[in-house]
């Protein structure tokens, strides 16, 4: 297994004094994900959790929603040119009956906001792919527990205290309670590893839940948790005006620059409890 932090040795300078000393970084490397034994994408990634992570980008992809259209996940022996096993190539075996996604260049399920559609094509594709519907989710949140989800992100991330460079996705109870927390050097990878990891325990769709988010809220980020039935995305920084168009055609709950009890509700804020005064 890869490692999930590095030592490097830095010049550090404090106060016009200089040393040398070892510094830990976070540990960045390439995973191919495979389906069926063909080649599908590679991802930067931070070593761990590789079979959530790959399951993760599948349920984004809309090529399986449910853990019974997984028939296994395995790391590739001989994926090296002396017969090695790297372990940064992971192959999914489909279920008999899952149709395997279109694997050349010109992928013909949906993709992200980064990869050149334009914003009405990619809210289509979202609309059209999803298998569960987050605008009927009955979820109410409290003002008062998502003003203490960014410090509860922030405590349980065990890596970010040695290396400082890691985003992190946490899930959420509607009280509060931290469900899964996933680390990595990619929010979509952080995503991607705590949706991954509710599809092999069987818990999508991820009714009444919050996804909470270490960076911005992307379209890309949108999109997962409305493919994985998450009816809340809050994040510490700013969206995207694609991610607030996704989140309003979708019936998602998006919360921004979420900090302490600051806040800026984008869309859905029927869910918050109380309800905002206008």
């Not at 040398?20 to 990634?45: C, F, H, Q, S, W």
């Not at 090529?63 to 096993?85: F, K, L, P």
Request: glycine share 10%.
């Amino acid at each position: 297994m890869g490692r999930v932090t590095v030592r490097r040795r830095v010049l550090r300078v404090r106060e016009g004094v200089s040393s040398y000393r070892p510094d830990t970084l976070a540990a960045e490397e390439p995973m191919e994900i495979r389906v069926g034994g063909r080649p599908l994408t590679v991802t930067m990634r931070t070593p761990g959790d590789d079979f959530d992570l790959a399951a993760g980008f599948l349920v984004s992809e809309g090529v399986v929603h449910t853990a019974a259209d997984v028939a296994g996940i395995r790391y590739c022996a001989g994926a090296t040119a002396d017969g090695g096993n790297t372990y940064n190539v992971v192959d999914i075996g489909l279920a008999p009956g899952v149709a395997a996604p279109d694997a050349s260049l010109e992928r013909n399920f949906y993709t992200t906001s980064s990869c050149g559609l334009c914003g009405k094509a990619s809210l289509d594709a979202v609309r059209t792919t999803a298998a569960w519907s987050v605008a009927e989710d009955p979820l109410r949140v409290g003002t008062d527990v998502l003003a203490m989800l960014p410090d509860r992100l922030r405590a349980a991330q065990r890596v970010f205290d040695t290396t400082g460079g890691l985003h992190a996705a946490g899930l959420f109870t509607a009280e509060g309670e931290l469900l899964c927390l996933r680390e990595d050097v990619g929010r979509h990878n952080a995503v991607d590893k705590v949706v991954g990891h509710a599809l092999r325990e069987g818990l999508l769709p991820l009714r009444g839940s919050v996804l909470m988010v270490s960076g911005r809220a992307s379209f890309e980020l949108v999109q997962k948790a409305v493919m994985a039935g998450i009816p809340l995305l809050a994040a510490v920084s700013a969206p995207s005006s694609l991610a607030v168009d996704l989140a309003a055609e979708s019936g998602l709950t998006l919360v921004g620059f979420l900090r302490g009890t600051s806040m800026n509700v984008y869309t859905g804020d029927e869910r918050l409890d109380p309800l905002p005064v206008a």
